[in-house]
Every structure is written in structure tokens, then in C-alpha cells.
Nanobody, 123 residues
Framework: EEQFVESGGGLVQAGGSLSLSCSVS????????IVWVRQGPGVPREGVAC????????FYGGSAKGRFAVSIDKDKKTASLRLTSLEPEDTAVYYC????????????????WGQGTQVTVSS
């Protein structure tokens, strides 16, 4: 069973930046993808980003394009999500998950999920 350690959330002012980290242990296969989604108050869960361990090609959800950047350290099984130009609408719990064997163009599907880290953006 996969286990996740997520960190980096917090309170930031609008226009600011944060970096989230997700480390996964118990990854079952050599080829995997780390997925980020978010759940804001009163809104549906939204896919944010996905990156595969094989080609490190990132995929982004609509609201993330141009503002967020995902990266991966395949050997450490750790992914980072850099959030920039944050807006109050980005306030949410950000969850990372792992999928197999790659993103497949999806940014909201995973085999299992972590506990999430809270990001709060003040106006």
C-alpha cells in the first residue's frame, strides 16, 4: 500500500507563491505518475497536474496552466508542485496521489491518495 508525505501548504497573500511536496513510499511499479488535485470549499474536486516518472511530461488542469509547475524526482519518488500568482480562488486542500503506469493525459485520476495539505490564499 502506498504511503504519502505531503508538505508545503500554508497561508499566503494573493500574488504570492508556495511549493508543495509529495513523497510516496510503497510504489508498486517502476513506472508511475504523481497526480495533484484540489478540493476547495463548496466546489467540486479539480484536477491540477500530473507528471509521469518515465518521461517527466507534465499535464495541467485549466486553472493551473501558466501559474503552476509540477516536477518529479523519480529516484526519490517525490514530486513538487510550485504554485505562483496565487489567488483567493486557489484556496483548497491539495492532495497528491499515485497512478500507474503514467498520466495518460488525466490530471484527476489516481490509484490512491494522500491526506492533503491546506493552501489558504488571503486577499
Amino acid at each position: 500500500e502506498e504511503q504519502f508525505v505531503e508538505s508545503g501548504g500554508g497561508l499566503v497573500q494573493a500574488g504570492g507563491s508556495l511549493s508543495l511536496s509529495c513523497s510516496v513510499s510503497g510504489v508498486r511499479f517502476e513506472s508511475y505518475a504523481i497526480v495533484w488535485v484540489r478540493q476547495g470549499p463548496g466546489v467540486p474536486r479539480e484536477g491540477v497536474a500530473c507528471i509521469s516518472s518515465t518521461d517527466r511530461k507534465p499535464f495541467y488542469g485549466g486553472s493551473a496552466k501558466g501559474r503552476f509547475a509540477v516536477s518529479i524526482d523519480k529516484d526519490k519518488k517525490t514530486a513538487s508542485l510550485r504554485l505562483t500568482s496565487l489567488e483567493p480562488e486557489d484556496t483548497a486542500v491539495y492532495y497528491c496521489g499515485v497512478n500507474y503506469p503514467y498520466c495518460g493525459g488525466n490530471v484527476d485520476q489516481a490509484h490512491s491518495w494522500g491526506q492533503g495539505t491546506q493552501v489558504t490564499v488571503s486577499s
